[in-house]
């Protein structure tokens, strides 16, 4: 006589992921709208009815934002960080990572261990010591001490994911470019580059947003105003406006939206480009 064996719904296993992914999403999307809209809304209007529509849609708290000069000089200043912070980071990561992979020699795990021990080191911990070190290279009020500090920053991460997807790539193909007279160089630029597309979108959404969040960093390098990033200016924006809480919300929503922008083109990337560099480590 068999025992029956009692099947579970594959549904019941996951309600329970799909109600914490609920609660966790709506915990990031209430903000956001309440922030979109409020920014549509007069102060009064704003404490009187905090989460409803807006009863009349005032444009004039984004258009004012739009037409300041100093909104554009600081979205170009984060842009152009976030972007060079990027290109480095990634440019860099992606060599180590091809030699930490591909290459077999004598201390590997060990410089390995080293870069990923970055991890580890707190980055509120060594705000002095960049500080006097950006100040003996004259590289403070410079956009340089920000990008070349936070590709530091950047590199551990990023190396660990690229190196678990370059180590992912078959070894055949390897052996089939360079019977084909590819140089270790020519794999890596050729071949491998153009295959871990999803690794290095990955990596780039991740510098790209850490770079455009990024406030402690900026304050302590820059003290001019025509250099500070939008995180910076957010609060310089608060303390000029802070009994216009309908405006400063706007001037929040602007801020975001280039972020937002890039995560959204990007987003189908960044999955499947962290499971592929967890997939073989």
Not at 234 to 254: E, N, P, V
Request: hydrophobic share 55%; proline share 6%.
């Amino acid at each position: 006589m068999s025992r029956a064996t009692k099947k579970v719904s594959p549904r019941r296993t996951t309600l329970p992921l799909h109600a914490i992914a609920l609660v966790v999403g709506a915990f990031i999307i209430v903000p956001v709208v309440y922030a979109l809209l409020g920014g549509f809304k007069d102060n009064s209007e704003l404490s009187g009815n905090p989460f409803g529509l807006p009863g009349t849609w005032v444009t004039a708290n984004y258009t004012d934002v739009l037409a300041s000069g100093s909104f554009w000089l600081q979205l170009w200043n984060s842009t152009f960080i976030a972007v060079v912070t990027t290109v480095l980071t990634v440019a860099l990561s992606a060599l180590a990572a091809f030699v930490f992979a591909r290459f077999a020699f004598r201390g590997r795990e060990l410089f390995f261990t080293l870069f990923t021990a970055g991890l580890m080191f707190p980055f509120a911990v060594a705000i002095l010591p960049i500080f006097v070190l950006l100040r003996t290279f004259g590289l403070l009020d410079n956009p340089l001490g920000v990008i070349l500090t936070q590709a530091a920053f950047g590199l551990p991460l990023t190396i660990i994911i690229l190196r678990g997807f370059f180590r992912s790539i078959p070894g055949e193909i390897e052996e089939a470019a360079t019977i084909d007279g590819c140089t270790p160089f020519g794999f890596f630029w050729r071949i491998l580059l153009p295959m871990a597309r999803p690794a290095i979108a990955t990596v780039s959404v991740l510098a790209i947003v850490g770079s455009w969040n990024n406030f402690m960093l900026p304050l302590v390098v820059f003290s001019q105003e025509t250099s500070w990033t939008l995180p910076l200016g957010i609060q310089q924006f608060q303390g000029q406006y802070a009994s216009d809480t309908a405006r400063i919300l706007a001037y929040l929503i602007l801020a975001m939206v280039p972020a937002l922008g890039f995560y959204a083109i990007a987003e189908r990337h960044l999955v499947g480009g962290l499971t592929a560099g967890a997939t073989k480590g």
